[in-house]
């Protein structure tokens, strides 16, 4: 398969292309894919940045405009360089864990079949963008005393923004269930000790609705 065999055999042929991958793990193309992936989080963390904006009313304002840069660039910076050291710590995270367990896999093959497993994020990101785009932008007001105005509140609870967490979530669980196909196969290990090895990325996306959920319940 060439890469845009395997880019569109990950949505309609996961297994075949999971193991088409793993013979032959060619890092660039995965690099590629993360890549993008970083391209797309820094286009929504730029969005957000303009969807979200900041009033510091009565604050002094020295040296506000360096701290409003950094408030602003900082998120994109992070987008940028983040997913590629996440993409390599997760993927060591679960290569390791299915070792322990008795895989027999490597890391590089690991490695780039996680890689791939971002497309569904890529998608994901799309999504949200293109919905983020119909949201209106709000000001949040902060004054000295630390208080800040309730319109966080109401841009949470718009549907747009709350189809956005939604389809965020359905797009992770399938990114995570690629990931568990290929440790299946790479590591030739069971469901349940791939379930196991796929364990801190589900939890980590369960503790992040949970704390979705509890903010919103919070500003409501």
């Known amino acids: 398969m060439n890469l845009m065999e395997r880019i569109t055999g990950m949505v309609t042929r996961p297994k075949e292309t999971i193991k088409d991958i793993s013979k032959n793990p060619y890092i660039e193309e995965a690099v590629l894919i993360v890549g993008i992936t970083s391209v797309f989080y820094a286009i929504s963390a730029y969005l957000m940045q303009n969807k979200i904006i900041y009033d510091y009313g009565d604050m002094d304002v020295g040296g506000m405009e360096t701290f409003k840069l950094i408030t602003t660039v900082t998120p994109i910076i992070f987008a940028l360089i983040g997913v590629f050291v996440m993409w390599v710590i997760a993927a060591g995270i ?121 903010s919103s319940s919070i500003m409501g």
């Open 94 to 214: 679960v290569h390791l864990i299915s070792v322990a367990l008795g895989g027999e896999g490597k890391f590089i093959q690991m490695l780039v079949v996680y890689g791939y497993a971002y497309i569904p994020i890529i998608i994901s990101t799309v999504v949200g963008i293109i919905l983020m785009n119909f949201v209106d932008p709000i000001t949040i007001t902060i004054s000295s005393t630390g208080a800040a105005d309730s319109s966080m509140a109401d841009f949470m609870s718009n549907p747009l923004y709350q189809a956005s967490l939604v389809s965020g979530t359905i797009f992770k669980l399938w990114s995570i269930g690629l990931v568990f196909m290929g440790v299946k196969h790479i590591h030739d290990l069971s469901g349940n000790r791939a379930l196991i090895a796929v364990a801190l990325p589900l939890l980590s996306l369960i503790f992040g609705i949970a704390m979705a959920l509890f």
